[in-house]
């Protein structure tokens, strides 16, 4: 559910950004790094939007590859832990624990 709820929401700010540059067709004066030159309010707006798509997503995905190491990493020190982890004692000699327990004279040599 949460996954359409975004993908309704994109095709919502989709067709926001799609009439607002629509309606502003008029050329403007741009400044570049190294210079100037007119364009079509329509691009402008079209590839501000697309790069900010373009940067939203980098960010999301290199935080997406940097959590999935995170976690590949947490994964394999639980395996060695569980691996390295003292064994739990067998039935028999939890009743033979509890039997000297119960009655110490019974194992003194113990």
């Known amino acids: 559910m949460k996954g359409q709820t975004y993908i309704i929401l994109a095709i919502i700010f989709a067709l926001l950004v799609a009439i607002f540059a629509v309606i502003n067709v008029d050329p403007v004066q741009v400044d570049y790094l190294f210079g100037s030159g007119e364009a079509p309010l329509i691009l402008v707006i079209l590839i501000s939007v697309l790069m900010g ?7 999301g995905s290199l935080r997406y590859f940097r959590l999935k190491q ?3 990493s947490l994964e394999k020190k639980m ?4 691996e390295n982890a003292p064994e739990e004692p067998t039935a028999n000699e939890k009743d033979e624990d509890k039997d ?9 040599d113990r």
């Open 53 to 59: 798509g373009i940067i939203t997503a980098s960010v």
């Open 70 to 72: 995170n976690y590949r």
């Open 79 to 82: 395996q060695n832990d569980t």
């Open 100 to 108: 000297l327990d119960d009655n110490p004279d019974k194992h003194k």
